[in-house]
Structure formats: C-alpha cells, structure tokens
C-alpha cells in the first residue's frame, strides 16, 4: 500500500470502479453501481453461485462534481472522519436491514483514512463490515478481512 504522496486524487466514483473491477476478478457479478448524485447501495453485487448479495459505500479523497468549490483538493481531516462516520453507519444500517447480506464499505488508502481505519479497525471486524481499500497511485484494491 502506498503511504507516501500520491500522485492523483480518488474521486468517489473512481474508488466505485475500482472496487467494481476487483469484484469482477474475484467472480462477482456487479448488479448495481450508484454515481455521487444518487442516493443508494454505490455497489451491489453477487458471487457468481449467487449464495450471497455484497452492499458496499464508498467515499473518495475530493469531490466528484467538477463545479464544486472543493473539486481537485483534498478533503480535510475532519471531512474524512465525516464521511467514513456515515459510511460505517450506513453500513450498520445495511446489516441490520439485510441481515443475509455481507456489507461493506470503500475508501482511498490515504494517511488520513487510513489511520482513521485503524483506531476502528476491531470494531469493524466484530461488526463485519469490510474494508475495501484503494491505493491512490495504482488503484489496486486490498481488503481488511477475506469474508468474501
């Protein structure tokens, strides 16, 4: 995982298709996929046996809409803390809504996201909530726990 600069700023959409496109090697089946304006699930998908749905939030490092004020610069600290507060609520919320389904959520593999993760990072495996973690620079995609 790249800790140092990065080189291009994830937006939420680009953390979207990169976790899409991982799903796809693993043999998912992308059912949904949400754009910044709309309000739902920004994956759904199935394992190819189609057992199990995957619902997963992602969030970015910078706004996705271009006329935005904050578009190209990074969110601050608190802004992050923010949106992965929601997104791991959110993902509670799923859980409990779905109980069948495996929930999860989607984040760049920023400093600030990262050591945000890590303070949580217990509690989000008792509530087993996975992680899916962007790499900035090379868009790779890793996971906290293989519950998929």
Known sequence: ?????????????????????????????????????????????????????????AQG??????????????????????????????SMQTSQQYPDDLVGIALPGDNVHMDLLESVKERLKELNIIVFVVDPNTKQVYLNQHLL
Not at 36 to 50: E, L, M, Y
Not at 62 to 87: I, M, N, P, V, Y
């Open 61 to 90: 490092q910078t706004s996705s809409f271009e006329k935005s004020s904050r578009h190209g610069q990074e969110f601050s600290r608190d802004q992050k803390f923010e949106r992965l507060a929601k997104a791991v609520f959110k």
């Open 1 to 57: 995982m790249t800790t140092g600069a990065f080189t291009i700023m994830l937006t939420e959409n680009d953390v979207v298709d990169a976790v899409c496109d991982f799903l796809k090697s693993l043999r998912y089946a992308v059912k949904g996929r949400s754009s910044t304006r709309v309000k739902r699930f920004d994956i759904v998908a199935t394992k190819a046996s189609g057992t199990r749905t995957l619902r997963v939030e």
